[in-house]
Nanobody, 125 residues
């Protein structure tokens, strides 16, 4: 069964905004480290932001500071990623991920046990 399911991607013009959603099933995210990654064609998967849902602590990649916001709804078990002022270089497949533990130590993709299938974001200039 799919544990994480992303949605909300699409094709937008530069300067626009999107909110990506990640519905988490099969386990409770209330005390987990959750995050968003992205991967553009021909490039490695990179971390965008991660959040400890227990403490609220967040860790944004430098490229995500100021325009990206992670949030979560514990009651609905959903993680969100809001992206403002989209740029063509934000075009990528965006993945939701979750660790088995509460702490967000390091930001390696290998630290995340659960992954969604991704949602595509395409930004035109």
């Amino acid at each position: 069964a799919q544990v994480l399911l992303e949605s909300g991607g699409g094709s937008v013009q530069a300067g626009g905004s999107l909110t990506l959603s990640c519905i988490v099933s099969a386990y409770d995210i209330s005390r987990k480290c959750v995050g968003w990654f992205r991967q553009a064609p021909g490039k490695e998967r990179e971390g965008v932001v991660q959040k400890s849902t227990a403490s609220g602590a967040t860790n944004y990649a430098d490229s995500a500071l100021g325009r990206f916001t992670i949030s979560h709804d514990a009651a609905k078990n959903i993680v969100y990623l809001r992206i403002n002022s989209l740029k063509p270089e934000d075009s990528a497949m965006y993945f939701c991920a979750a660790r088995t533990g509460s702490f967000c130590v390091g930001f390696e993709a290998g630290s995340f046990a659960y992954w969604g299938q991704g949602t595509q974001v395409s930004v035109s200039s």
